[in-house]
């Protein structure tokens, strides 16, 4: 089972044929999309087109760039959301400290207390790491019931190190094929049964697409050269990764 465990398919990029991309994704194998919603508003865009099909899910949660407009009334916003079954997990959400576009401690408040509301739901967690690996591993080592997804993974190895004590997922985007990809040691390093694929489509399209807009058809090329960096067969890794994401995110990603 194929999954493409993260990809923003309610983005301003495919609004002209959405469609069409999901389509192509489907005839490339593709089993599953996740569709991330960060913030309400690409939450309930992502929600919509769950409609589209059984084997579309979404999340709900508050990337960290927008964590300066929490309010009580986002967190009620979420709490709501994570109660509904197309929802499969929580975020992205996480720290950004690349970019810095909400304060570093409101961050900190708000990846906390969302990370508290996906635990009492039940949910699984995408957390976004930028440039703050230590104040993530901290964070994490406070909340030992949350089960974590560090996505698009291109950290350094404390944040790997912390995730695999914590018994959390680890997935990898399009940038594994990266000419200046240096970190196969992090490919090899994750359990498998802890290892995830994702296109985090529009962005990080993998090569021989690199430049073009990312869709979830291209997850295959991800999987293709994770299984090569761990010497395995690509359907082994593609079914290995497809029964992890079925297990994190839930039954609604059984296959029929």
Known sequence: MLVDSHCHLGADAFQDDVDAVIARAFAEGV????????????????????????????????????????????????????????????????????????????????FERQLELATAAGKAVVIHAREADDDIAAILRNHPRATVILHSFSSGPALLRAGLDGGHYVSFS???????????AAIQAVPLDRLLVETDSPYLAPVPFRGKRNEPAYVRKTAERVAAVRGMAPAELIAATGENARRVFGDRLTPP
């Open 174 to 184: 399009g940038m594994v094929t990266f000419k200046n990809w240096t970190m196969d």
């Open 31 to 110: 089993c599953h999309l996740v569709v991330i919603g960060e913030s309400p508003a690409s939450h309930a865009r992502a929600l919509a087109l769950t409609g589209k099909d059984a084997r579309i899910s979404c999340t709900a949660g508050l990337h960290p760039h927008e964590a300066k407009d929490w309010t009580a009334d986002t967190e009620a916003w979420l709490a709501a959301a994570l109660r509904d079954p197309r929802v499969v997990a929580a975020g992205e959400m996480g720290l950004d400290y690349h970019y810095d576009f909400s304060p570093r401690d409101v961050q900190q408040r708000v």
